[in-house]
């Protein structure tokens, strides 16, 4: 929903909403989760003359496919966050920018979407690689059975070689 931006006064202005899956999806090209609820979220939102603080929580249950047995499972999604702008265009910049300027967004509409930073919220903090348990052993690096069903029949070997592969995960990108 737009958040009209002279409805936010000095003395604050917080709203708690329910925005409907498809609508925020269908703001992104795709998503690699479904909703199974609603997203429900408070915002707080604060102005100092242009300067407008946003504190944000949101919650919705999501459906996402495990990354290593490649199993869907509910995910309950949970955030807390926090939003500056600041009304105007973005300034011309000739210096670097420093970690200040990239946290702070520039508006010159007459509205925040909250959508957009419900979406936003989720494409930061949406796992990349979500597991359906911390320890899911995966598929078998050999014959593609689930190990969480039990082990396969492969040879001990084939099975070091599938731990191994599983150990590369974590590899520092
Ligand atoms: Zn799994
Ligand atoms: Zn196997």
Do not use: W
Not at 6 to 35: P, R
Not at 99 to 114: M, P, R, W
């Amino acid at each position: 929903m737009k958040i009209k931006i002279h409805d936010i006064t000095d003395a604050g202005l917080s709203l708690d909403v329910a925005e409907e899956g498809n609508v925020i999806g269908g703001l992104a090209g795709s998503l690699d989760f479904v909703f199974k609820t609603p997203v429900k979220a408070r915002f707080d939102l604060t102005r100092t003359g242009r300067e407008i603080q946003v504190i944000g929580s949101m919650r919705a249950g999501l459906g996402v496919v495990c990354s290593r047995c490649l199993k869907p499972f509910d995910y309950e999604f949970e955030s807390d966050f926090q939003i500056f702008y600041s009304l105007g265009a973005e300034p011309e910049r000739e210096k670097e920018l420093t970690a200040a300027d990239v946290d702070v967004n520039y508006i010159t509409g007459e509205d925040l979407d909250t959508t957009e930073m419900l979406l936003a919220q989720l494409a930061l903090d949406v796992p990349v690689k979500p597991l359906c348990r911390q320890d899911c052993p995966g598929l078998c690096a050999k014959c593609g059975a689930d190990l969480n069903a039990g082990p396969c029949s492969c040879p001990v070997e084939d099975k070091h070689e599938s731990k191994f592969a599983k150990l590369k995960d974590f590899k520092v990108k």
